[in-house]
């Protein structure tokens, strides 16, 4: 399938950093080998002194795993790009320098900040509406601000140069297959959705369990933690996407709407000793792997306290959802992966007398990359039919061929800012986790441990 790219200049600042090398290439480099970037211009700035042979060793080398899956046509694209490509060296946060080369570049342009948050910002103050060519788009990263008044703060800015659908703030977390397959799974079974409420479900739980350590991350993940890191944009996210009132279509500004909505009824409620946990890993080991204590780790300040392990629950003030307890996970260095999110129903109100064996509830589990589903019920035998034994059916959910940034950058160059935070969105997530970081400021919740390789402090698995 090809996309229809209203974007005929893609400029990525930052073009000497992690993100752009190790992410954003090579998504952009899946998506030209399948024909989504026809007529596009690939540029890249930096404060860096790079040469052009760089810039262009810099493409061969993200651009080699999509070439050598590319056929013929992918090819003649990845090339053409690659010879179509400029560097430029400058300081995009001084005076009228990122503007003169805005004046170079053929619009309407994308510019993707991958760029230290702080700089995006200074970069974009020193921005006015005339220098951006018609129809700029502005791809901001994560984190976006750092609570509710910074974040309100960064969306005054961007609001004076271009209009909201204009601004993508990038949550890759949730590509687009997962997204369409959360809402197909909700809205096209009529069998779930009468039951998708608090009279049938106990309780919803969105863990995103990592097995990888801090590997080598600190200078930005000891500043941020894994709440701000994971559960303030994409766990929330995810919980929006399970909870939201059927929408009319799956176009952005009903999906948006929706989530909107969700996410402003939805709060974190004191006491915070109650209703959120925190841990830090100390050493262990993962698969054989010794992992050192994360205080140890080269760059970790360990007075600042960052959790690597984080667990909140929030409630959503509404008619479907009041009571429902939506927990929400995340942390690093544990014993495995887990990303799912599991659905747990109520028990039936009575079960026939003359069943035996163990009535669990039934959960239903939606597993992100690879997407899945499985659905836990209880059945009859085998051998005794009064005795209750448990199923599971499985399905494999649709995936894309497309990389995580190759469906933020497909979203980017067509126009479709549907996977892309909304600004009122962005602060309300800020908003609902805000009150959590001032208590765990305060120390009002322990900062428990656990070791790395465990699944977690005593008492916390779920
Ligand atoms: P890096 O520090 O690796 O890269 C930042 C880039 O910005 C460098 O190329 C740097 O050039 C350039 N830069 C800094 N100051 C200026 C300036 N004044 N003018 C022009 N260029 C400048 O950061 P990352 O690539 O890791 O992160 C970029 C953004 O992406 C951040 O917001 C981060 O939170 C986000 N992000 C990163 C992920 C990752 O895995 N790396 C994942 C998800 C989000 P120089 O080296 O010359 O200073």
Redesign the pocket.
Known sequence: MTSQTTIKTLLI????????G??LLPGLARLAARGHTPGLTLVG????DWTQEQWLERLETSFADANSQADSSGKRELKRIHKGTGYHQ?????AGQLAGLLATLKGPVAVY?????K??Q??CEALTPEQLPAGTRLVM???FGSNEESARHLNKILAALVPEDHIHR?D?FLGKATVLNILGLRFANNFLEPVWNRDHIAKVEIIFDEDLALEG?A??YDGAGALRDMIQSHLLQVMALMAIEPPASVDERDLRDAVATLLRASSIKAPYAKNTRRARYAAGTIDGRKVPDYAQETGVDAARGTETLAEVQVSIDNWRWQGVPFLLRSGKALSSARKEAVVTFRPPPHLPQGFTGVDSPNQLRIGFGPDTLQFDVDVNGPGDVLSLDRATLHAELSASELLPYGEVLEGVLSGDPLLSVRGDTAEDCWRIIDPVLKAWARDSVPLEEYAAGSPGPEGWAT
């Open positions: 600042l930052g073009a000497s950093g992690d993100l752009t190790r992410l700035a930096g404060s860096d400058l300081d995009v946060t001084a900040f991958a760029l230290p948050p700089i995006s200074l970069a990263e994560k984190p990038v890759h991350r200078r930005y």
